[in-house]
């Protein structure tokens, strides 16, 4: 009943910059916090940055200076601005939502398919 649809991935260079959306979807009563996790092949998948609904931000050690997450709460969207990239950036990068469906009392985590992000010269 929800959906989280990612975009901007792609290829980009050591130094480069990519700006992450993901917009929510779906029979949605309200949304919560929203964050990016990031998944290297073979490797445990992480928090990247997360967000809450009233605009607190938090972020991984190593992308802190470098990557801004913000929302647009009246289109459902998160963004996650990642500048100066590195090539250990690269991975599939998924957005991840808490939601309250309508209809229901209880609040769930919902995922996004994923979007590659590749960093390399």
């Known amino acids: 009943q929800v959906q989280l649809v990612e975009s901007g991935g792609g290829l980009v260079q050591p130094g480069g910059s990519l700006r992450l959306s993901c917009a929510a979807s779906?029979?949605?009563?309200?949304?919560?916090?929203m964050g990016w996790y990031r998944q290297p092949p073979g490797k445990q998948r992480e928090l990247v940055a997360a967000?809450?609904?009233?605009?607190?931000?938090k972020y991984v050690d190593s992308v802190k200076g470098r990557f801004t997450i913000s929302r647009d709460n009246a289109k459902n969207t998160v963004y996650l601005q990642m500048n100066s990239l590195k090539p250990e950036d690269t991975a599939v990068y998924y957005c991840?939502?808490?939601?309250?469906?309508?209809?229901?009392?209880?609040?769930?985590?919902?995922w996004g398919q994923g979007t590659q992000v590749t960093v390399s010269s």
């Open positions: 967000i809450t609904s009233g605009g607190t931000s």
């Open positions: 991840n939502s808490e939601a309250i469906l309508q209809g229901s009392l209880s609040r769930g985590d919902y």
């Open positions: 779906g029979n949605i009563f309200s949304i919560g916090s």
